[in-house]
């Protein structure tokens, strides 16, 4: 998925350089936070991590008491 550099952030690209937010597509920079990046978002990993959090967080019966 391509993202736009702004006009805000090609202010900020100035002293910033080319960052998580500020690197166009093509720039290497953008492919190296994407790689780092994906597997912490990956629907399998954020399944398993909510799920787990969910049952330590929350007591059995708040869930069958939610109307």
Do not use: C, Q
Not at 15 to 36: K, M, S, V
């Amino acid at each position: 998925m391509a993202k736009a550099v702004g006009p805000a952030l090609e202010n900020v690209r100035e002293f910033a350089g080319d960052g998580l937010f500020t690197a166009y597509n093509d720039e290497p920079n953008r492919a190296r936070a994407h790689d780092i990046l994906m597997p912490a978002f990956a629907l399998g990993w954020m399944r398993t991590t909510w799920t787990r959090s969910w049952t330590s967080a929350r007591p059995a019966h708040a869930v069958t008491a939610w109307p």
